[in-house]
Antibody, heavy 118, light 107 residues
């Protein structure tokens, strides 16, 4: 059974940076596209970013384009989200998730909370 | 970018009721749409794929319909375990987008 474990969340001041990690186990990480999705407190799901299985293509939501960067290290089964120029509206629980089939997220991490506050 | 407008944002219903949730896409997305259910503190779970196909293991009281820009999720007879928040997700073109969500509450 596959598993995803996020880390790296915390409290950060506006304008600062944070890097989230998502370690995968129990499946062939390098074979799957990986995504980041976030959920602000009491709000809905927001699709953020995707990185293809080989890292060659990446796409972002407009809300984070130019500020966030998704990357992966297939040798260490790890997905990253580098978040720069953080804003209060970036406060959310951040999830990594695996796409097993087109549009189908099957494995999700437990989420890591990022709070942007002065 | 494709915007997904989901309605209603919340609804109250009783066990046994028929419930319908709608998502409208800002442009045609063929049938590249899924419906997810999320319960508090849990990861989302896909119920419907390709707009109208039932995910394996999902009860048959859930159904989806639509194509192009208008999509519907129907729960034919609401059960206690169905009280949750539901989201549509378009995966026709990047950036993918979720609908705003519909919280189904107990009347």
């Amino acid at each position: 059974q596959g598993q995803l474990v996020e880390s790296g969340g915390g409290v950060v001041h506006p304008g600062r940076s944070l890097r989230l990690s998502c370690v995968a186990s129990g499946f062939s990480f390098s074979s799957y596209g990986m995504y980041w999705v976030r959920q602000a407190p009491g709000k809905g799901l927001e699709w953020l970013a995707v990185i293809w299985y080989d890292g060659n293509k990446k796409y972002y939501a407009d809300s984070v384009k130019g500020r966030f960067t998704v990357s992966r290290d297939n040798s260490n089964n790890t997905l990253y989200l580098q978040m720069n120029s953080l804003r209060a509206e970036d406060t959310a629980v951040y999830y990594c998730t695996r796409e097993i089939q087109h549009g189908y997220f099957d494995y999700w991490g437990q989420g890591t909370l990022v709070t942007v506050s002065s | 970018d494709i915007q997904m407008t989901q309605s209603p944002s919340s609804l109250s219903a009783s066990v046994g009721d028929r419930v319908t949730i709608t998502c409208r896409a800002s442009q045609g997305i063929r049938n590249d749409l899924g419906w997810y259910q999320q319960k508090p503190g849990k990861a989302p779970k896909r119920l419907i794929y390709a707009a109208s196909s039932l995910q394996s293991g999902v009860p048959s009281r859930f159904s989806g319909s639509g194509s192009g820009t208008e999509f519907t999720l129907t729960i034919s007879s609401l059960q206690p375990e169905d009280f949750a928040t539901y989201y549509c997700l378009q995966h026709y073109d990047y950036p993918w987008t979720f609908g705003q969500g519909t919280k189904v509450e107990i009347k």
